[in-house]
């Protein structure tokens, strides 16, 4: 059973920048993982994922531009550096390896995820 553990979250101002980790084993080098936010009141959303090897990445528009998925091959971690934060960035931030091996595409839903972590909050406010 694959266990993912995020962090780098915390309380941070509007405008500032936090990162996220995901360390997932060498194991899942050819799984998409992806990352999702949960809004208080709010459904999960995927918010970026990143294919097998890190050929293809993804992002939610609200995120184009201020947000950066990348993958360390060598250790299996994953990474998310979150810049220009806003309040509405607030959220728990989950990880979530696809149980298959696509190295040319990823999707922000959650159906093909099998693995998730606890998550990690990430509060935007002045």
């Known amino acids: 059973q694959l266990q993912l553990v995020e962090s780098g979250g915390g309380l941070v101002q509007p405008g500032g920048s936090l990162r996220l980790s995901c360390p997932a084993s060498r194991d899942t080098l050819d799984s998409p993982i992806g990352w999702f936010r949960q809004a208080p009141g709010k459904e999960r959303e995927g918010i970026s994922c990143?294919?097998?090897?890190?050929?293809?990445?993804n992002y939610v528009d609200s995120v184009k531009g201020r947000f950066t998925i990348s993958r360390d091959n060598a250790q299996g971690t994953v990474y998310l550096q979150m810049n220009s934060l806003k309040p509405e960035d607030t959220g728990i931030y989950y990880c979530a390896a696809d149980w298959r091996s696509f190295i040319n595409s990823c999707a922000l839903v959650k159906a093909p995820y099998a693995f998730w972590g606890q998550g990690t909050q990430v509060t935007v406010s002045s």
């Open positions: 990143i294919s097998g090897r890190g050929r293809v990445t």
